[in-house]
């Protein structure tokens, strides 16, 4: 039994051709979706593992002034966490990324505040401010300073702020 030489002839050899650059074509689009989905799911794990370790650490100081506090916490309200929001990320095109390492290192700065009565925070508001804005934050080589627009003292700690570029 013979096989026909269709590889010789004119319309055999066009269609592989155009199955090879479809198969090309097709590979570039698989690396790009799959590019796309990686670059996703590193930003959701991080953010996660952000978050756990938010938790860690709120979790390790509740735990530590558990015993201290559990008398006061029946009449006094404490922080139980921080929220920081800054409003002109748009305006200085940041990153996501630089966003939140801007975010855990203003959180670092003030994590001692968790567990604290939130009476006693509010009367020494200026010096946690003056914490906040007096620190330059160093993420990429671009040192950040920070100006707080909005300071809520709640058991959620609410901090709106505007970063500019320092030198």
């Not at 050899?13 to 799959?34: D, H």
């Not at 700065?109 to 003056?130: A, H, K, M, T, Y």
């Not at 909005?150 to 700690?157: C, F, G, K, R, T």
């Amino acid at each position: 039994m013979h096989i026909p030489p269709y590889y010789k002839q004119e319309s055999w050899q066009r269609f592989f051709a155009g199955a090879f650059i479809g198969a090309i074509i097709a590979f570039v689009v698989y690396l790009y979706i799959y590019g796309q989905n990686y670059e996703k799911w590193l930003e959701d794990n991080m953010d996660l593992r952000s978050q756990l370790a938010e938790l860690e650490r709120q979790n390790e100081v509740l735990l530590e002034n558990k015993k201290e506090l559990d008398e006061k916490t029946k009449e006094k309200v404490v922080v139980q966490s921080i929220s920081i929001k800054i409003e002109n990320e748009k305006q200085l095109k940041l990153d996501r990324l630089i966003v939140h390492q801007i975010e855990e290192r203003i959180k670092a700065e003030i994590d001692n505040v968790i567990g604290r009565d939130i009476v006693s925070l509010s009367e020494n508001d200026q010096l946690l401010i003056s914490t906040i804005e007096n620190t330059v934050y160093r993420v990429e080589d671009i040192n950040y300073h920070a100006s707080i627009n909005q300071l809520v003292i709640a058991p959620v700690l609410k901090l709106n702020l505007s970063l500019d570029f320092g030198s």
